[in-house]
């Protein structure tokens, strides 16, 4: 190509466009890869805004259970731990799918 009129190419001046090339366009990806993340780590940090409200929740509730005689509700404890345990593993997965498959 160096020889060829029509592409009008000048060997001194490739290198230094080379290595602005070469600096520049990874500079670009991993800047839109930060912002990817960015949001991605914030919509996380409201599902655990919203789980730490949704545990509050659940802790006033239970709480507020009355023992009769020495005697739990089991049902509401168990609707109240089924709850909690749903809700935990819920947050859990959606840690374990961000941090493992996110590229």
């Not at 991993?30 to 599902?47: E, G, H, K, N, Y």
């Not at 739990?72 to 731990?81: D, E, F, Q, V």
């Amino acid at each position: 190509m160096e020889h060829d009129l029509l592409f009008n190419w000048n060997p001194g001046s490739t290198g230094i466009w080379m290595t602005v090339l070469c600096a520049f366009l990874p500079a670009i990806r991993f800047t839109f890869a930060a912002i990817s993340s960015d949001s991605d780590v914030q919509s996380l940090a409201q599902r655990s805004i919203a789980m730490e409200e949704m545990l509050t929740q659940f802790q006033t509730e239970f709480g507020a259970i009355r023992i009769v005689d020495r005697a739990l509700n089991s049902i509401k404890l168990r609707s109240y731990a089924d709850c909690t345990t749903e809700l935990t593993t819920t947050e859990m997965l959606d840690w374990h799918v961000f941090f493992h498959y996110r590229h």
